[in-house]
Every structure is written in C-alpha cells, then in structure tokens.
C-alpha cells in the first residue's frame, strides 16, 4: 500500500512506499511548532517525488543533519529526510499533507526538542 503527501499549491508531491503511520510525533522545537508539523516515520527509501523536484527547497537548522524539504511556492513541508537513530535513511513524512490521513485516529508522541 502507498500514499501521498503533497503541497499546498500542488506543485510537489510525493509517493510513500508504506502504509500511513499509526503514530506521529508532534515536536515543539521552534520550526516545527511554528509549522504545526505532524510527522510520521518511514523508511527513507519509501519516499519518491513524483512532481515537483525543481520545486523543493531544503531548510536546516540547529545540527543541520535533517534536511526539511519544503515547496518554495507555498512553503508547505510535506516531508523531512535524514538519517534514524541506528543510521539508516529515514523520511518524516508531514500527516497534515496527506489527504487520507485521519489525525484523530492516530497516535499522536509529543518530543521536546526545545530543551535540545
């Protein structure tokens, strides 16, 4: 099963090789807060842009080792890519960008990354 995640204007989409994720984090460090991210884990090889490649811009901040992808039109940031905490490539795919995501039926983990 997959799904997509997609701007607000349209312009970037993206495919997930996954299922939707049942849990998301909701962070409150100053970026994500201020965005209202809801975000779910997947592997980073599930995520393939289907439009919009020349759209996207990158946003780093902080320990600049997670690259927040965002539509430069818009600036809606549908996904996140960097790296697990075993390694391995990972996505965090923005859930407010999905249409078929049901945010009350999922598992919502608050993280601190503030006091980071």
Do not use: W
């Amino acid at each position: 099963m997959s799904f997509e995640a997609n701007c607000h204007c349209g312009a970037v989409s993206v495919t997930v090789d996954a299922e939707i994720p049942g849990k998301a984090v909701m962070c409150n460090c100053s970026h994500c807060s201020i965005k209202s991210l809801v975000l779910g884990a997947v592997p980073g090889s599930a995520v393939s842009v289907n439009r919009g490649e020349d759209q996207l811009e990158t946003y780093q901040f902080n320990r600049h080792v997670i690259d927040h992808r965002f539509c430069k039109n818009c600036g809606v940031q549908p996904f996140a890519q960097g790296k697990g905490p075993d390694g391995s490539s990972m996505a965090m795919i923005n859930l407010r960008c999905v249409p078929e995501a049901d945010l009350e039926t999922i598992e919502i983990v608050h993280y601190d990354g503030a006091s980071l």
